[in-house]
């Protein structure tokens, strides 16, 4: 039984890519039921979980807690080189996005942050935390040092 199951996982990945590839099964639709997928596929839910997590790992397909398994949208172009706004960036793509400041906290500023924003010896940040969404779904999750200008208490 152990040499047939990679092939079973094997066989059930390339089946469901090659239906996401056909836009048989589109961006952002449900994939049937575990349970139904399974009677397809002619196999266990176990094998077919493994199949759908290494699709997700490939980024085909994500899993949305007690609501199933969707096919991801298409991905996002990204230059590295080009400064771009990320609101911006992702509009321009026809997609959504969409910023949650998760914490901002005053906090003594490290001597290599000072040094990069130029600040003095001492200075105090606010460390932003933010999660960035695109269409709704989670994609970023960034903590950024900003000077303390905003402060109540401004350094002198």
């Given at each position: 039984?152990?040499?047939?199951?990679?092939?079973?996982?094997?066989?059930?990945?390339?089946?469901?890519?090659?239906?996401?590839?056909?836009?048989?099964?589109?961006?952002?639709?449900?994939?049937?039921?575990?349970?139904?997928?399974?009677?397809?596929?002619?196999?266990?839910?176990?094998?077919?979980?493994?199949?759908?997590?290494?699709?997700?790992?490939?980024?085909?397909?994500?899993?949305?807690?007690?609501?199933?398994?969707?096919?991801?949208p298409e991905r996002l172009t990204y230059d590295l080189i080009e400064r771009s706004h990320f609101h911006a960036m992702v509009r321009a793509q026809g997609r959504v996005p969409?910023?949650?400041?998760?914490?901002?906290?005053?906090?003594?500023?490290?001597?290599?942050?000072?040094?990069?924003?130029?600040?003095?010896?001492?200075?105090?940040?606010?460390?932003?935390?933010?999660?960035?969404?695109?269409?709704?779904?989670?994609?970023?999750?960034?903590?950024?040092?900003?000077?303390?200008?905003?402060?109540?208490?401004?350094?002198?």
């Amino acid at each position: 039984m152990q040499a047939t199951q990679p092939r079973a996982v094997t066989a059930i990945c390339h089946a469901l890519q090659e239906q996401i590839e056909h836009g048989l099964l589109t961006p952002g639709g449900k994939l049937p039921a575990e349970r139904k997928l399974s009677e397809v596929f002619d196999t266990t839910r176990i094998t077919l979980r493994e199949a759908l997590v290494q699709l997700e790992a490939q980024g085909l397909i994500y899993r949305e807690e007690r609501r199933g398994w969707f096919v991801a949208p298409e991905r996002l172009t990204y230059d590295l080189i080009e400064r771009s706004h990320f609101h911006a960036m992702v509009r321009a793509q026809g997609r959504v996005p969409s910023t949650e400041l998760l914490s901002a906290r005053l906090q003594p500023a490290p001597a290599a942050i000072c040094a990069r924003l130029r600040l003095p010896a001492l200075s105090s940040v606010v460390r932003i935390c933010r999660l960035r969404r695109i269409d709704a779904r989670g994609a970023v999750c960034r903590a950024l040092p900003q000077p303390a200008i905003f402060s109540r208490n401004p350094q002198p």
